[in-house]
């Protein structure tokens, strides 16, 4: 029966999500970044003719992480909005109270929203991801080395972020939560530039502050590694130094351990969020 319980409210999440107007305006600007980094592409190769050169890959392969970055912030800010009524806004409006007045588990309820918001943003990135691929395919010839490890980062780190969108917002308001987890987001990359310059400046403390946000909020460690997969092999010895401070190039894959830890945040965090929902009051 839970686990019954569990696949029908994640068909549901994914229905209500359908028909939000956040899916709407997520398809926009998708749409948008697409058809702009059509032309942007477009415009590389009629400058450079093909990415044949060194300097050529190395714009394509920004270029590429750039767009590839716009397109999880659309997810990111799609999820976190979502997420937020998923929880807050159905006990607001008393929609909660006529789901768990029956002999239903709270947790199987709060496991069925997340599964579903889960399928929503990994679907959501592997479709617009790979018609960004196709897109520079046909506009540059290039295709990146690891497609689908690069998309299940990026996809993963949806599911980071919709998982503290969800812990928000048993504690906050549905817009709230959004805006910290969005708000959030964007921080943890900051400090990972900020990381990056300290590794490549020598400076201890610097560098620090990009480890220790990685840790605390996966999200730009999973960015890191999705930006690794999409970007050309040969790409670092090409450019040579340096690299380490551009904020569209990483240095190396993301270790099995951090995947690991990435795996252990998100289940603490959905646990800490499961007890917040079974003590809040309907």
Do not use: C, H
Not at 182 to 211: C, K, P, R
């Amino acid at each position: 029966m839970t686990a019954r319980t569990v696949w029908i409210v994640a068909a549901l999440t994914l229905q209500e999500a359908g028909r939000r107007r956040v899916l709407r305006s997520l398809a926009v600007l998708t749409l948008l970044l697409l058809a702009l980094s059509a032309w942007g592409f477009a415009r590389l190769d009629a400058e450079f003719g093909g990415l044949t050169s060194g300097e050529a890959k190395a714009a394509g392969s920004i270029v590429l992480n750039l767009v590839m970055f716009g397109l999880s912030l659309i997810a990111a800010l799609g999820t976190a909005f979502l997420a937020g009524p998923t929880v807050a806004g159905e006990i607001e409006s008393g929609s909660a109270l006529a789901v768990l007045a029956r002999p239903v588990r709270r947790w199987a309820v709060l496991a069925g929203k997340w599964l579903g918001l889960v399928v929503f943003g990994g679907g959501f990135v592997v479709v617009a991801g790979f018609a960004q691929f196709v897109i520079v395919r046909v506009t540059v010839g290039y295709w990146p080395p690891k497609p689908l490890t690069g998309l299940a980062l990026l996809a993963l780190q949806t599911t980071v972020l919709l998982t503290l969108g969800l812990l928000l917002s048993t504690a906050i308001s549905p817009m709230a939560s959004g805006i910290v987890a969005v708000g959030l987001f964007g921080a943890t990359w900051i400090a990972g530039v900020v990381g990056s310059v300290g590794d490549a400046l020598g400076n201890e403390s610097m560098a620090q502050v990009g480890t220790v946000s990685r840790m605390l909020l996966p999200t730009d460690g999973l960015w890191r590694g999705a930006m690794n997969s999409f970007q050309d092999p040969a790409l670092l010895l090409q450019v040579g130094t340096g690299v380490e401070e551009s904020p569209f190039l990483s240095m190396a894959p993301l270790t099995v351990t951090y995947l690991a830890w990435t795996g252990v945040w998100t289940m603490l965090v959905l646990t800490l969020t499961a007890l917040a929902f079974g003590r809040r009051d309907l």
